[in-house]
């Protein structure tokens, strides 16, 4: 029975027959840890019964894990705070798509390590965002580890070396027209103190630390690749932190560019390449989307091809301009383009073509027109979907400022392949059409130099609509009455395309008394595009302390679009804070829960959302820190339960409550027998 024990385990978590052994290690000391992360659709976190309402501020790392065996990925979302403390968020509506490394305040609900956000657009603020770093040398640590229970070594360095800064490298100097490339060093094989883990910070942590034992100096490099053995506990092949000017990627066994230009592509930014499956249509209203559908652009990962024109625009290799490779098509002709492969031709490599205006963002979505060919890393396109991606053009939808929007295109929806995507090019002689967008799209002919695109628009009444406006604050907090403070203000002309440009005239509407300045009073906008410009809010010296409203108007003569912002003044004049905090006992036994309250008053009144940063320094020197909001009753609980190993000795507490610029500080102490 044993034996048949050890075999499943074996099988469960991929071990080799002769590492049966290590199974018994694996279930008694790894598997809560693995159990936790290996399951891609499962969450890996634990939650106590009971959550505490906090409002926290650090750094936001995201991770995309791909199961590319299953077709199954998913996007996790962790804030690391400046105390060392690391939560996974769990968003109420769709998580918005800010890279790793962005400074964020995040509201919610606390339990355990994870935070479940407030609902609403204020759950999440962000107070800064990374630089970008896609173009240029990018130097690259590769950290080869392995487990305890695992400790072998598969690849060589020298063949790792070969893998990653040759052959992957190559791959991003090709596809960004040697615009980007890795260059660095491979480090290890060091043997982390785990058994088995499928946790992504475990493994870091430990990798980084065994590098620095080693006397490895990590400061240099902006990215950083663990690769280890395959552990099959884990379902992902790879996981990549998704943008940010640093980055790290954990390989699950794997070498080779389709896995790690993946994940590499995940942190240059680049979630993955989509495709519609819309039955008996190429574009319905009932349309499902295939995560890895693309399998021509490498973020669909069934080859390592090319990315997609949408992919490298939003990566700043394809240009929009003079000369262009990515030329915006807005008037009816016929388009040459060149291969999609070939840099440095004077025909664009690339059309875009109008889709659509989403009404209430202003958002603009595209088709996207590549005529593919198999030279380069794309010599690996005509294995697949029976050459078909070579003997057209694709097409793809796409939005602006939407990274996760690429889907390709079936245009012979409905054939009798397995899968439907495997004739999506549009072929000489085919038309596409689409009638809302009022274009039709013809491949006229294709040779292996060239093909040619009629594109078609049709003859289309103007229909004026009112512009959309948004106002947005650069406001963090309350200022000073007499205060400036700026304000962006972003117009999108929503007039039908057969509509000439217009001029959107901007006002603003503030209390009396108070002064505004715009940058430009207006904006001449094309139909479909969109502006900004900026305003200036000054208040009295004399104005009292709150919230103030304010409003901007945009209009043509079509109509006028408005929208609100507020401006928050802190009165020197307002109310004195004060605070107290206090534990439940003056001494506990090991074990117990201590429950210390902080109380907040402005002007000898309860203060509620106040911020509250509790600090519990122990006798030993470690301390515990937490930061909390207060309730209506102006107060803010935490419980902190003993646990045996905690020294005896005083403890003291100190709690730092702030709100609308004042801070104030309060200690109390107790001790533990």
């Known amino acids: ?22 199974c018994l290690l694996l279930l008694c000391f790894a598997a809560p840890g693995v159990a936790q992360s290996a399951g891609v659709g499962k969450v890996a976190v634990q939650a106590n019964a009971s959550s505490t309402q906090v409002e926290l501020e650090g750094e936001l790392e995201v991770l995309h894990e791909d199961d590319f065996k299953n077709k199954k990925s998913r996007i996790r979302h962790f804030l690391k705070t400046v105390a060392g403390e690391r939560y996974e968020l769990k968003f109420s509506q769709r998580a918005p798509h800010y890279p790793s490394g962005s400074k964020v305040r995040v509201r919610g609900s606390k339990s355990g390590n994870l935070l479940a956000l407030d609902s609403g657009s204020g759950s999440t603020q962000v107070l800064a965002l990374p630089a970008s770093n896609t173009l240029g040398e990018q130097k690259t640590a590769v950290l080869l580890v392995n487990f305890q229970a695992y400790p072998v070594q598969p690849f060589t360095s ?13 791959f991003y100097k090709e596809n960004s027209d040697n615009q980007t490339w890795l260059s660095g060093q491979v480090f290890g094989w060091y043997t982390m103190p785990i058994a088995f883990t499928c946790e992504t910070s475990r493994i870091a942590a430990a990798a980084r630390q065994q590098a620095v034992d080693a006397g490895v100096d990590l400061t240099p490099f902006t990215r950083v690749i663990y690769l280890f053995p395959q552990n099959g506990a884990c379902s992902w092949s790879g996981v990549g932190s998704v943008g940010g000017a640093t980055s790290e990627a954990w390989i699950n066994g794997e070498l080779n560019v389709k896995v790690i230009g993946h994940e590499l592509g995940h942190n240059l930014g680049l979630y993955h390449a989509h495709a519609l499956e819309c039955g008996s249509g190429t574009l319905t209203s009932s349309c499902s989307a295939i ?31 003079a000369a262009a490779q990515l030329q915006t098509v807005t008037s009816s002709g016929s388009y040459t383009l060149d291969p999609y492969e070939v840099n440095g031709g004077i025909r664009p490599r690339s059309l875009r073509v109008l889709k659509s205006i989403d009404a209430s963002t202003g958002k603009r979505s595209w088709y996207y027109i590549e005529y593919r060919q198999p030279l380069g890393f794309d010599s690996a396109l005509p294995s697949l979907y029976n050459s078909n991606l070579v003997k057209g053009v694709q097409l793809r939808i796409a939005t602006d400022d939407e990274p996760n929007s690429s889907h390709l295109l079936d245009m012979t929806p409905n054939s009798t392949y397995a899968d439907d995507m495997n004739d999506a090019a549009l072929l000489p002689g085919a038309s596409y059409s689409d009638s809302n967008a009022g274009v039709s799209i013809t491949l006229s002919w294709a040779d292996s130099g060239s093909a040619d695109v009629a594109i078609n628009f049709a ?18 907090g309350s200022v000073a009455a ?8 972003a117009v999108s002309n929503q007039d039908s395309s057969a509509c000439p440009a217009s001029t959107v005239a901007l006002a603003s509407v503030l209390p009396a ?15 479909g595009s969109a502006g900004s410009t900026t305003l200036q809010v000054s208040s009295p010296a004399s104005a009292s302390a709150g919230s103030y409203g304010l409003a901007v108007t945009a209009s043509t003569t079509s109509g ?17 804070l004060s605070s107290a905090v206090a534990t439940d006992k003056s001494s506990y036994a090991k074990g117990a829960v201590v429950t210390a309250t902080t109380t907040v008053l ?17 006798p030993n020197g470690s301390t515990v820190s937490q930061t909390l909001l207060t309730g209506s009753n102006g107060q803010a609980v935490y419980k902190l339960r003993l646990g045996k190993k905690d020294p005896a000795g005083l403890y003291q507490v100190k709690a730092s409550a702030s709100s609308a610029g004042q801070t104030v500080q309060a200690n109390t102490s107790f001790s533990v027998q």
Not at 482 to 489: A, C, P
Not at 517 to 527: D, E, N
Not at 602 to 618: E, F, H, M, R, Y
């Open 158 to 170: 020298t063949a790792v070396n070969d893998m990653v800064f040759n052959a992957t490298s190559r």
């Open 513 to 527: 008394g108070w002064s505004g300045s715009f940058a430009s009073q207006s904006l001449s906008l094309t139909a």
């Open 291 to 321: 995560e890895y559908g693309d399998g021509s652009d490498i973020m669909g990962n069934l080859a390592a091809v090319h990315f997609s024109s949408f992919q490298k625009q939003r990566l700043g290799w394809l240009n929009d301009g």
């Open 482 to 489: 007499g205060s400036t403070v700026g304000y962006t203000v």
């Open 602 to 618: 402005a002007g000898g009144k309860p203060l509620a959302n106040a911020s509250v940063q509790l600090l519990i320094s122990k």
């Open 459 to 476: 003859q289309q009444s103007c229909v004026r609509r009112a512009p959309a406006v948004t106002l947005a604050s650069s406001q963090s």
């Open 1 to 22: 029975m044993l034996q048949r024990a050890m075999r499943a385990c074996g099988q469960r978590f991929g071990l080799p027959s002769v590492l049966l052994g290590y």
């Open 560 to 576: 006028s679009g408005s929208a609100t912002a507020s401006y928050s003044i802190a009165s020197s004049q307002q109310a004195a």
